[in-house]
Structures are given as structure tokens and as C-alpha cells.
Nanobody, 122 residues
Framework: QVQLVESGGGLVQTGDSLRLSCAAS????????MGWFRQAPGKDREFVANINWNGAVTAYADSMKGRFTISRDNAKNMGYLQMNNLKPEDTAEYYCAAGLRVSSVLSEFPYRGQGTQVTVSS
């Protein structure tokens, strides 16, 4: 199975950018589709974006379209989430996940990291 570790979170101001990274180990990331999810305090975990095994197909939640970009580098066993024009409502713990199917549903991604916190101040 694959292990995932996120990094790149932090405290930023409205309008700033961050790039989150997801480092995979234990197995080739190219065996999996990837997704990013987030969870704000007091809310359920929600879908952010997904990408198929070779990066050719991506999808985003409506509120992230045009601001977030998901990508991957299978040669480095890495996944990424570029987040631009951040807003206070983007404040959440962000998780990367891997699974055999491209989906917006968290249960389709059995392998998940521990998360990285993103805080956007107004």
C-alpha cells in the first residue's frame, strides 16, 4: 500500500498563494488516482480536486475552479495542489488521498495523509 505525507500549509493573507505537496512512499503513485479533500472546523470533509493516474484528467469542486490546480509528478512520486487567490473560507486542514478510481467521494480513496493546515486571514 502507499503512504502519503502532506506539506506546504501555513498562515497566509487573503489573495495569497500556497502550493501543497503530497509525498508518496511504499508504492508507485502512478498506480493510483489522487484527490485532495479539506475539512474546516465544525464541518464535514469536502472534495477539493482529483486527478487521474497520468495527470490527463482533472476535476474540481465548483468553489475551487479557476483558483486551484491539481497536478502530479509520478517520476518523483509527488502530488501537488496549487492554490491561488486564497480566501478566509479556504481555511481548513487539507488532505491528499489515493485510490484506484477517480472520484469526488472520499470513501473511494482508502489511502490518506495526515493533513496540513491552511489558514487564510482576512
Amino acid at each position: 500500500q502507499v503512504q502519503l505525507v502532506e506539506s506546504g500549509g501555513g498562515l497566509v493573507q487573503t489573495g495569497d498563494s500556497l502550493r501543497l505537496s503530497c509525498a508518496a512512499s511504499g508504492r508507485s503513485l502512478s498506480d493510483y488516482a489522487m484527490g485532495w479533500f479539506r475539512q474546516a472546523p465544525g464541518k464535514d470533509r469536502e472534495f477539493v480536486a482529483n486527478i487521474n493516474w497520468n495527470g490527463a484528467v482533472t476535476a474540481y469542486a465548483d468553489s475551487m475552479k479557476g483558483r486551484f490546480t491539481i497536478s502530479r509528478d509520478n517520476a518523483k512520486n509527488m502530488g501537488y495542489l496549487q492554490m491561488n487567490n486564497l480566501k478566509p473560507e479556504d481555511t481548513a486542514e487539507y488532505y491528499c488521498a489515493a485510490g484506484l478510481r477517480v472520484s469526488s467521494v472520499l470513501s473511494e480513496f482508502p489511502y490518506r495523509g495526515q493533513g496540513t493546515q491552511v489558514t487564510v486571514s482576512s
